[in-house]
Structure formats: structure tokens, C-alpha cells
Antibody, heavy 126, light 107 residues
């Protein structure tokens, strides 16, 4: 079964740090890009970070310079190191697998979407 | 960053209705547009990619259309299990921003 399981959430004081982990199973982890998405209480989804299969990372402006995404393909694990946490970082954090579908007949471009999601881990900054 | 705006923010509908949700991008995203469904307390589910392509296992009553800056998600013959919040997301350029969501409620 394809599965993602997040851990590491908890209560942290403003300015503190936390490291989230996401354990993957049931698929070839090294072949996929992965994304962190968060959802503040009662709010919508926010894309915050991405790491490609070749370790290229991208961040949303709201977390850039404070969060660092990394992966360990040998351990089928994704991490999100969060520094200088703020009250507005309070949210459920999901890791998700990115799947790509050919957008052209030559597959020169792909449509990307998040097809597998973990159940999330809750971070509370207070 | 590309801003995604959905309308309406919420709607009430009855079982059997046809529902249409609109998503507008602040700049063209070509057809790089996804739709997700999130039921209360649950994980988001991937519905549509490339603006109009159904993800495997998604019922055919769901359909998507549009390109450029304006997109629609249509649900025909609304079923009880379709009451949820729907999000669009652009995958044209990072950050792959989401819309604010549209809540579909039971009338």
C-alpha cells in the first residue's frame, strides 16, 4: 500500500524550532518529488515546500529562509526543518507525493499534482 | 506568485443538482490546473489534473474545463458524498498556489 506518515508535530514557543518527518512506503520513493502543504485551523490549503527527486528545493515566500526541506532516499524519508516559528505557522502539516502526467505527446512538459497525502501532523506555535 | 481565486466561497445544493465552481488565476497558467476535494476532517483527494483530466477512480460526474486564467469544476448529479470543500491549485510555476476553497453544503 502506498503510504505517507508524518510525525514530529507538537507545541512549540514562538521563535522555536521543530523538525517534521514523513515516512514513505509502498512506492519507489527516490523517483518522486514531494511536497509539504499546511492547513491552518479552519483555513485552506497552503503549498509551502517542495523537493524534487534530484534534491532541488522550492519554498513559499511565507517560509523561505526559515524552513528547510530535505530527503533521505536510503531511508524513504522526507523532512521539514522549521526555525523561528511564528503563531501563523500553526497548522496541520501534510506531506504529499507529486505525480506527473505528460502534458504533450513528446512528454516535454508534465502536469503535476499531489496524488498521495499523509494524514498530517499538527504544529502549534504558542 | 500566482494568486488563485475561487468563487463562490460556499454554496448550498441538493442531491441531484449540477454544481459549478470557478477558479481564476492572476496570470495565465495554461492548463496547469488541479482540483482537489477535502471532506471535513479528512485528507485532500486529488480529482483533476491538467484542467480537465480525471485522476484514476474519480467518478465521471466530475469534470473540469478552462485554460489560461479561468477554470471551472462541474459536478453533475451531486451525490451525498460530494459535500465537501473543493480547492483549485496551479502547477504552472512555484509556489504551486491553491485557491481559498469552495465549500459545497447540503441545502
Amino acid at each position: 500500500e502506498v503510504q505517507l506518515v508524518e510525525s514530529g508535530g507538537g507545541l512549540v514557543q514562538p521563535g522555536g524550532s521543530l523538525r517534521l518527518s514523513c515516512a514513505a512506503s509502498g512506492f519507489r520513493f527516490s523517483s518522486y518529488s514531494l511536497t509539504w502543504v499546511r492547513q491552518a485551523p479552519g483555513k485552506g490549503l497552503e503549498w509551502i515546500s517542495y523537493i524534487s527527486s534530484s534534491d532541488g528545493a522550492q519554498y513559499a515566500g511565507s517560509v523561505k529562509g526559515r524552513f528547510t526541506v530535505s530527503r533521505d532516499n536510503a531511508k524513504n524519508s522526507l523532512s521539514l526543518q522549521m526555525y523561528n516559528l511564528r503563531a501563523e505557522d500553526t497548522a496541520v502539516y501534510y506531506c504529499a507525493r507529486e505525480v506527473g502526467y505528460c502534458a504533450t505527446t513528446s512528454c516535454s512538459h508534465y502536469y503535476y499534482g499531489l496524488d498521495v497525502w499523509g494524514h498530517g501532523t499538527t504544529v502549534t506555535v504558542s | 506568485d500566482i494568486q488563485m481565486t475561487q468563487s463562490p466561497s460556499s454554496l448550498s445544493a441538493s442531491v441531484g443538482d449540477r454544481v459549478t465552481i470557478t477558479c481564476r488565476a492572476s496570470q495565465s497558467v495554461n492548463s496547469y490546473l488541479n482540483w482537489y476535494q477535502q471532506k471535513s476532517g479528512k485528507v485532500p483527494k486529488f480529482l483533476i489534473y491538467g484542467a480537465s483530466n480525471l485522476q484514476g477512480g474519480v467518478p465521471s460526474r466530475f469534470s473540469g474545463s478552462g485554460s489560461g486564467t479561468e477554470f471551472t469544476l462541474t459536478i453533475n448529479n451531486l451525490q451525498p458524498e460530494d459535500f465537501a470543500t473543493y480547492y483549485c491549485q496551479q502547477s504552472f510555476s512555484t509556489p504551486y498556489t491553491f485557491g481559498q476553497g469552495t465549500r459545497v453544503e447540503i441545502k
